[in-house]
């Protein structure tokens, strides 16, 4: 069963815009991960940030953690029409992952 | 290779037969993990390999579902007397990360996904 939970389940913005994600999960965690999924590439490793880490960045990408919430939230800056896809947390990693529902984010032109 | 690859990419099987998924991780990976993702939802664990041993096999379904992974490197999911229910997107992907005994992992790293098998279960 899926024990991540993200929101908002749909976010429609405009070209240069900022996106924000969030992701709540029940269970402690050794770290967090994000995913990308479209059509086009399949699932894709975004950013990984571990329990004892509070903010991570990679490009346009900003994620934080706050583990006394158990919660996550991805911010995408200057948002391209390309960042067009659905956006999962997962927990895990050396045995399995566990994935939220995911957010579908549409970037218009 | 550079990436995770699996075929076939779709199938399309009539209720009751039997398919089989092909799953190629990266070179060297030693473990090796298959998902399946239903339409509208997150991918669900299904089953985990370390090499070729079968250490947790909890996500499948049923018994209708095996998988193998006989040599350490390729995996295939079998779906036996396929079902409706059946139809989702199986996802393969494999990491680096291995365990110790005892269960301390090494390192908790990245897992690298293939692109999917799209199974429509007529």
């Known amino acids: 069963s899926q024990q991540g939970e993200e929101d908002p389940q749909a976010l429609s913005i405009q070209e240069g815009e900022n996106a924000t994600m969030n992701c709540s999960y029940k269970?402690?965690?050794?770290?967090l991960q994000w995913y990308r999924q479209n059509s086009g590439r399949g699932l894709v490793h975004l950013i990984l940030?571990?329990?004892?880490?509070r903010e991570k960045h990679s490009g346009r990408l900003r994620v934080t953690l706050d583990t006394s919430k158990k919660s996550s939230s991805l911010l995408i800056t200057a948002s391209r029409a390309a960042d067009t896809a659905s956006y999962f947390c997962?927990?895990?990693?050396?045995?399995?992952?566990?994935f939220g529902k995911g957010t579908k984010l549409t970037v218009n032109p | 290779g550079a990436g995770v690859s699996q075929s076939p990419r779709y199938k399309v099987a009539k209720r009751g037969q039997d398919v089989a998924l092909r799953c190629d991780p990266i070179?060297?990976?030693?473990?090796l993990f298959w998902y399946q993702q239903a339409l509208g939802q997150g991918p669900e664990f299904l089953t985990y390999?370390?090499?070729?041993?079968?250490?947790?096999k909890s996500g499948l379904p049923s018994d209708r579902f095996f998988a193998e992974r006989p040599e350490g490197s390729v995996s295939t999911l079998k779906i036996q007397r396929t079902q409706q229910e059946d139809s989702a997107v199986y996802l393969c992907?494999?990491?680096?990360?291995?365990?110790?005994?005892?269960?301390?992992?090494?390192?908790?790293?990245?897992?690298?996904f293939g692109p999917g098998t799209r199974l429509t279960v007529l």
């Open positions: 992907a494999s990491s680096s990360t291995y365990l110790f005994t005892g269960g301390q992992s090494l390192n908790t790293d990245t897992q690298y």
């Open positions: 269970t402690s965690i050794n770290n």
């Open positions: 940030i571990r329990s004892n880490e």
């Open positions: 997962a927990q895990g990693g050396s045995e399995k992952l566990v």
């Open positions: 070179s060297g990976h030693v473990s």
């Open positions: 390999f370390q090499n070729e041993a079968q250490l947790d």
